[in-house]
């Protein structure tokens, strides 16, 4: 027997969903249809909310938005952080907030030396790789937008990565030997190289607001309220 609590939180659900995308779907009073509906939703939105508690995690133990963290040794079986991380490779991380303006990232030149930038949204898409696999060894500036950006590509940028959304993940892959004496050192320098900045301080114009002006709600793993779902769910999507 489904209760009229679940057909009323169903119904509030999938309004919340509605509104992030602008438009308006036929309202059901079947609470069998309800509950349907309402498990696309759950299906639909559960993504976002994983990513963005990893986001929130992250940032409020090691990070800021919009700076590398590096990670300094090879991970080994305690390391939980990433879901089955390679043990050949070291890790730096980025969160990119582009609600105010694009972010730009370089690249050193890396030759015979496996390197990967893997951009991911919050809808948890592949966005893009930027590495020695898919661009090649040498030098790389690339930038990520947002949907509301809508300026001119300057010069010297070799790659330009859009989203649909204000946030990415960036997680960065650079290749250890361990069978090489010191090569650990190397890459470590290699990650030091690693740097970003916004579009505005790459272009010689620093403006005064800063790059990110987004408070992030706290993530709630046991109980949350509608309104707190809104948010998390408009911060993650494309209508942020």
Not at 28 to 34: G, K, S, V
Not at 83 to 91: E, I, K, M, S
Not at 102 to 127: C, E, G, K, S, W
Not at 181 to 196: A, F, N, P, R
Request: proline share 6%; aromatic share 12%; glycine share 4%.
């Amino acid at each position: 027997m489904v209760s009229k609590r679940l057909v009323m939180t169903c119904f509030i659900l999938i309004m919340l969903i509605s509104s992030l995308f602008s438009f308006q779907p036929e309202l059901t009073l079947d609470p069998i249809e309800a509950k349907s509906i309402a498990k696309e939703a759950y299906i639909f939105a559960y993504p976002m909310l994983e990513h963005y508690r990893t986001m929130y995690l992250q940032l409020l133990s090691w990070g800021k938005l919009n700076e590398f963290t590096h990670i300094k040794q090879l991970y080994g079986p305690k390391n939980t952080m990433i879901v089955r991380p390679n043990n050949d490779t070291v890790y730096s991380m980025i969160w990119i907030d582009i609600t105010v303006e694009p972010i730009v990232i370089f690249i050193p030149a890396i030759p015979d030396r496996y390197f990967a930038f893997q951009l991911v949204d919050m809808y948890t898409h592949n966005l893009d790789y930027i590495g020695a696999r898919t661009t090649g060894p040498g030098p790389t500036t690339f930038m990520v937008a947002g949907p509301k950006w809508e300026g001119e590509i300057p010069s010297g940028i070799d790659k330009v990565v859009f989203s649909e959304g204000n946030f990415v993940y960036c997680v960065v892959r650079t290749g250890v030997n361990s069978e090489l004496e010191g090569d650990l050192q190397k890459v470590l320098e290699i990650q030091q190289q690693y740097k970003s900045q916004t579009l505005s301080d790459y272009c010689g114009n620093p403006v005064m607001e800063e790059t990110s002006s987004v408070d992030l709600p706290p993530f709630r793993s046991k109980c949350c309220r509608l309104d707190w779902f809104y948010r998390i769910l408009q911060l993650s999507s494309r209508a942020a």
